[in-house]
């Protein structure tokens, strides 16, 4: 086996064997040098601060390819200035290398309206504010939804949401600034029910029921009745219902008695008017307040002095007053007995009342 081996046509095989792999691998390897351009190297240009027109064509003259990326607006620099490169200028690239380019926008990139249609109008405002929008004029409109958000408009016309607008564009609101008030409503009888939503509409009210006589929704069935009958006051809002039939009013006459006698009803004004009183649920307690106490007022004393009498037989007599701690009035007699007596008893008197008698009373004075 070993000498078969050694054979000179097995190895003659086994070196051509070797060659072609070897001129295999030779080849392959020189075929990559040629399509990677291996050994050709370009140095990347410096475009920085370039417009991105200008940095384009020089790049097509060098030979390189290019791929454009809007970067991040910043107002600090101008529209389609390159800002960044890459690879770094002054690197060595191969021909056809793909260079990237970092462009300053022309203005900021766009952002969606988000959806505040009937939402309220300070939640609207924040979340406009989160997307970069701003506010511009705010506008009020008569409507139902009092400080809700009726339309979004951008230079005057309206925009619906999810609209693309530049980030930090002003746009206009408009915000309901709650319902009219004492409206009149319109007369829509003889008008077809497509007619009649219009003019319902343009008066600010609301279609509300509309009942076709042969149980149909032809909108060109003409109008024969309606609640609130023209003419009525309503607020903005208030809901109109009609009545809709091919045939004419005129035709209609019972049926339309018929429909007054339900919804217009007939007030009678002989009957005088009756009279509410509005009564509280917890009557209110009444607190009267005690008179104050009478103090009496305290009298300055008085002191008379005693009187004399002359009478035919007999001399002049003196007065004498007995005052006590009851306030009582003594009565002193003068006899004939003498005038020691009287004086004596005078002066104690006296000095009695000016001491104990705060308040003395009228003196009864008798002579003899």
Known sequence: MLKSLFNWKVLLNLLVAIGVFVGLVW????????HTNH?????VPN???????????ILDDAGLEYEVDSFKYD????????????????SRVKDGRAIQLRVNPKTWAKVAVPDIINKYSGLAF??????????????FEPSIQKDAVLRVLFKGNPI???????RFSTIDVVIGSGPMRNISIPNVVGLTVKEARGVIARSMFEVGLVEHEDGGKDESDIIYYQDPAAGDVRDQGMQMDLWASKKTPAELRDKIEQLNSVYRMKVDTSLPPIRYEEVPAH???NYEQAPPPVVPKPEPAKTEAPKTTTSNTKPAASTSTAAKTDNKPKTTTTGTSGSGSNTG?????TTTTQQTAPKPKAKKVVVE
Not at 48 to 55: F, P, T
Not at 160 to 166: I, V
């Open 47 to 57: 475009v920085v601060n370039k417009s991105v027109h200008d940095a384009i064509k």
């Open 126 to 139: 924040q979340r406009l504010d989160q997307v970069g929008l701003k506010v511009g004029d705010t506008l």
């Open 345 to 349: 008893s005078t002066n104690k008197a």
């Open 27 to 34: 080849l392959t390897f020189r075929w990559l040098e040629y």
């Open 160 to 166: 619906k949401p999810g609209s693309l607008l530049p």
């Open 39 to 43: 050994g050709q190297e370009i140095p």
């Open 283 to 285: 009557p209110t307690p």
């Open 75 to 90: 107002p600090k620099y101008r529209p389609f200035q390159v800002l960044q490169v890459y690879p770094s200028p002054g």
